[in-house]
């Protein structure tokens, strides 16, 4: 006998049926993207180590905007 789980899957039958095959990566297959970049900003090295400190200045918005890109990068590295 073979019982729905509710989700798609049978149970106890260990094999994907079609929507988790849908769902599964492909390792495989790569993707190329076109991206172009632009210079939006200068933002002084002593804003961003000002907002580091936790201190404002005039440029803490652009400092923190250029320190959430950085680690979003680095974390995508990973």
């Known amino acids: 006998m073979c019982r729905n789980s509710g989700n798609g899957s049978p149970v106890g ?3 994907p049926n079609e ?9 495989f297959q790569s993707k190329t993207f076109k991206v ?3 210079f939006a900003a200068k933002i002084p090295m002593q804003a961003i180590a000002a907002a580091l400190r936790g201190q ?3 440029n803490s918005q652009e400092a923190l905007r250029v320190l959430d890109i950085i680690l979003r990068q ?5």
Not at 19 to 27: C, H, L, P, S
Not at 74 to 78: F, G, L, N, P, V
């Open 36 to 38: 172009e970049m632009s």
């Open 56 to 58: 404002e200045s005039e």
């Open 13 to 15: 039958n260990g094999s």
């Open 19 to 27: 929507t988790d095959k849908k769902r599964m990566r492909r390792a």
């Open 74 to 78: 680095h974390a995508a590295k990973q």
